[in-house]
């Protein structure tokens, strides 16, 4: 069989593209398929009568002076061509019992907090402290999969573990609602605490916050907007060498004995490569792409145990108000129209309310006036919605398009609460449902970071590599987790899990050459 690519990547993520950019800058010859017309996956913005909208990132972590992003841009020879400028506070926080504002500087996050709940004062800091131990702990270890990693680090890792893993694993398997009922007593101090976490989750799915505040690390991008980052990594893919095909769904990964050949696009089109890298849902990748047969029980058992990160459903408006006049300074203001005692309640689709839900409320022009007509701003509210309340069975439902604008006016209703005449000043508005997510980006149900992270997830690592040979995965499905920092280390990993497949057969066929 001739081998056209040395690697074909499924997916123009950042996941894809950090590790397109690093196998192509080793003079590989690779080729990127994207389903899309676009690159970028969630990392995108889109335009509606001269409002340009960002439908998921929006802050980054990591991108600041000795975040790991310096690391990263440097291995990938990226030039310093975008503003990274730094958010602080990183959020408002508005409740139906008290308004407070988190800062990025963690001796006013815990200023604010302890001045709010002064009778968890003590327990607060103790958190807060804790976290600051564990941050230094992750700090330290080597954010790349044990499966790339160098003997010295092995050993470092080691020591470490045996240091520091008394630290580390009293919170393996416990799960947000543990830890927090452990340090504090006040219901609407744990509520805001668990910044979302469900029941069963794991504590860190509510430490993002916090450990931002630690490391003061929080960024936006300037100007164009987060497609800055995207178009960045392709046009390095690119000069190095690096292939790209747009509106190309890989709709099959060809196996043959037991190792990934190539791919076949939709419209039977077959590429063949050495290795293949899936940044795309690790579900459709091993159930459509594969097919349950070629793969172990066991794993497939795994597999289908796992529950996936809950979806959004978003609103965008361009509106003509003077939010800045209005007193928004382009913070992200996360909206609490109600607060349960009881913040790990289960709610079903049945008992689903939009008008109780928080809203993260963003309001980017404010900062970035690029991204509006003069005068003029945009407001996105999302907020977590059930993928099956737009579903009837397997099928959408009949009523989706009615579903869908019940519950944009009601997000529009509840905001005005904060944004006063929303509704009558939005000249544009636009939707996006957990459907549209999928069918923009091909990630079951609409999953914000690919599986959920329960507290049983937390001590499993998510391996890169898969029981196929040669087939490996890059981006929010797998290790080390979601969000763009995390996706552009993935990508790396990937790439040097192909370097070091590569080495060892080399090493193979000389030694076979000797004998
Ligand atoms: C509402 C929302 C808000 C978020 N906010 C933030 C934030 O503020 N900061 C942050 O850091 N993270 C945020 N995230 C998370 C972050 O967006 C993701 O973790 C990250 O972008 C995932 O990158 P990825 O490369 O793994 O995958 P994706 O971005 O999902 O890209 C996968 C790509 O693969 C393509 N693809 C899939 N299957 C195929 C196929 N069969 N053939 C061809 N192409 C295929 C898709 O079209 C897509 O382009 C947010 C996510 C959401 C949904």
Known sequence: MKTEYDVVIIGAGMGGLSCGTLLAKKGLRVLICEQSSKPGGYCVNFKRHGFTFTPAVHYLNEFGPQGQMEEAFQLLGLPPEIEFCPQDPQRRIITPYFQLTLSTDIDRFEGDLSRLFPKERLSIHAYIEEWKRLVKIIEDLPLRSLEVISLKEKFHLLYKGMLKGPQIFRYRGKTA????????????LKYLLS???????????????????????????????????????????????????????????????????????????????????????????????????????????????????????????????????MGFDGALVHYYPAMSKNPWEEKGVEGFDIEKEKMAIRMDSIKNPMLAPRGKHTVAIAAFTPYALFTDGAKISPRYAEIKEEIAQKIMGVTEKVISGLSSHAMVRHASTPLTYERETLNMHGATMGWYLSAKEFSRIRSQKTPIAHLYQAGHWTFPGGGIPMVILSGINAAKLVFKSMKKSTINSFAGNMT
Request: aromatic share 12%.
């Open 177 to 188: 609602e543990e830890v927090l009922n452990s340090f504090f007593k006040d219901p609407l």
């Open 195 to 325: 910044f979302g976490a469900r029941k069963g989750s794991s504590i860190l799915t509510c430490a993002s916050p916090i450990m931002w505040a630690i490391k003061g690390n929080f960024y936006y991008i300037k100007d164009k907007g987060v497609e800055a980052l995207p178009q960045l990594f392709l046009r390095q893919y690119k000069a190095y060498g690096g292939e790209i095909s747009f509106n190309a769904l890989v709709k099959k990964i060809v196996i043959e004995k037991g190792q990934a050949q190539g791919v076949q696009i939709e419209g039977g089109e077959e590429i063949q490569s050495g290795y293949v890298i899936s940044n795309g849902d690790s579900h459709a990748t091993f159930h459509s792409l594969i097919g349950y047969d070629l793969l172990p029980d066991r794993f497939v058992r795994e597999l289908q145990k796992k529950e996936i990160s809950a979806p959004t459903f978003t609103l965008y408006a361009g509106v003509d108000l003077d939010l800045a006049q």
